[in-house]
Nanobody, 119 residues
Framework: QVQLVESGGGLVQPGGSLRLSCVAS????????MGWYRQAPGKQRELVAR???????NYPDGMKGRFTISRDNAKNTVYLQMNDLKPEDTAVYLC?????????????WGRGTQVTVSS
């Protein structure tokens, strides 16, 4: 059974940092494109960052600079370092995995971890 389990979310003050983790299990994800998305209440799910098995990263323009994705294939884990957080970053952050090569729609999703940025 494929599972993506996120952790590391929580409440943080504006300007603070968080590091999210996602552990993948149930199959070999070492060649998968892994990613992070987020969804705020009443808004569409949006891409935060993606990373290939070889470490090539992809960020939408609005996410560059404050978010850094990385992965440890030996641990089947992908990370999202988030710095200088703002209230508008408040959302559920979801881990994703894509079997095929290239940046495209994910095949698997985690359940998400809540990130709340508030003073």
């Amino acid at each position: 059974q494929v599972q993506l389990v996120e952790s590391g979310g929580g409440l943080v003050q504006p300007g603070g940092s968080l590091r999210l983790s996602c552990v993948a299990s149930g199959r070999d994800f070492s060649r998968s494109v892994m990613g992070w998305y987020r969804q705020a209440p009443g808004k569409q799910r949006e891409l935060v960052a993606r990373i290939t098995s070889g470490g090539l990263t992809n960020y939408p323009d609005g996410m560059k600079g404050r978010f850094t994705i990385s992965r440890d294939n030996a641990k089947n884990t992908v990370y999202l370092q988030m710095n200088d957080l703002k209230p508008e970053d408040t959302a559920v952050y979801l881990c994703s995995a894509r079997n095929a090569l290239g940046f495209g729609p994910p095949d698997y999703w985690g359940r998400g971890t809540q990130v709340t940025v508030s003073s």
